[in-house]
């Protein structure tokens, strides 16, 4: 493709993404493919000589819609959202034309000055304390990783990327039993290991249950062992398992203990200040994470990892070899200093472009909306005698299991449910995922979709009534 023709096929690919967001409402929200379909259309080899872009453009629109799931379908309500907000898709695309490179603050002064300003503003924006800086991170996962890698250095006094961990004790976390499984890998790439990832048992609330962490704490300090941190949860993956952040951090405290936060979803919930009594103490974590990626809007990848002493952070992240040294310009931020990746996208662009789009006031309004229409779902499907809501909303996610009187096996109802929850995504017209709760299936519904309405959890009430009835119709 030459330069003179990106006008061109740039403006066809507006024309494409503008016609599919009007009309993708019309497409099935789970990609109906099976495995290989699209794989079968790809040639096996790359192409020895150009080929023109109307034929590659064309390929895109007969093969790749057809094969994906559709994040931005307003009947969305699997996972956790991944918004992209047509504000930070245009950024995207201006980020891109530069090709822009942020590892050091001299590789791009306007991708890392805005980055510092982003994060400030994204701190004030969720009610974070001023003792808090940050970076944007590209997942939740690297943020925990950098987190628990931190933990590690700081417990290890700063020894263990020189020595590795073979002389030293060994080293634990803990984490509620709830937590994401990106806590997991973060422990194996730490080097730290998936045994020492201390699981705590949950109470009623589903919060990590304090006695058992201190037992657990005071067990390991008298075997030898060395705790290092602990990951606390807010708003967990499968139905929003959320620990007391307050009585958690002052237990680490007591310890001299680091404390990560995951909020990888619900963080972004805290732009509502009535929410923030989820994230009571918040304060006094060290470090934080939550993705404007997710409910924001922000697109893939956006994750802001706040933390309380980026001194520690850098000590752990930073190396200098001479090629990526900055003479002569003192006091400079490099973020590639402040995680695992050298290069860095500019992801500052999109969140700018995003908050400024449609302010703060417009994103509550949103979550507000989201928030209250699972609840309203909630109560429908209770007042239904053949389902049970079996965990209440937390935020705008809750759970759910069909439940009719015939059918009252646990084993029986595990797959009655997971049979329902795979008729309703192959109907297409809603999507949703199942987890498992207390060790039964439950089917969870979450609203995030950026431009869903309440009309679309009315229909998502019908398609889960309807599809279910038919599958038990005798
Ligand atoms: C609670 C929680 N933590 C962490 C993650 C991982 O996020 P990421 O995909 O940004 O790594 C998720 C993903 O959905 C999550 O739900």
Known sequence: MKKSEFEHWSEEATRWSAEYLETIDQRPVRAQTQPGDIAAQIPASPPEQAEAMDAIMADFKRIIPEGMTHWQHPRFFAYFPSNAAPAAMIAEQLATSMAAQCMLWQTSPSATELEQRMVQWLREAVGLPEGFDGVLQDTASTATLCAILTMRERTLNWQGNQQGLSHHPTLRVYASSRTHSSIDKAMWIAGLGQDNLVKIPTDDDFALNHQALRDAIDADLAAGLKPAGIVICVGGTSMGATDHVRAVCEIAQEYDLFTHVDAAWAGSAMICAEYRTLWDGIELADSVVLNPHKWLGASMECSAHFIKDP???????????????????????????????????????????????????????????????????ARQLENESDFTVTTQPILSLFTFRYTPAHTTGAD?????????????????????????????????????????QESDVDTAFEVICSVARSITKR
């Open 311 to 377: 001194a520690s952070l850098v000590r752990t992240m930073a190396i200098q070899p001479e090629y990526l040294k900055t003479y002569g310009k003192d006091g400079v931020v490099n973020f590639s200093e402040w995680s695992v990746q050298l290069g860095r996208r500019f992801r500052a662009l999109k969140v700018w472009f995003l908050l400024r789009a449609y302010g703060l006031e417009g994103l509550r309004t949103m979550i507000r909306n989201h928030v209250a229409w699972s609840e309203k779902l």
């Open 412 to 452: 029986e109802l595990d797959a009655l449910n997971i049979r329902l929850v795979t008729q309703i995504n192959d109907d297409g017209r809603i999507y949703l995922t199942q987890s498992l709760h207390d060790g039964v299936v439950v089917i969870r519904f979450m609203c995030g979709q950026f431009d869903m």
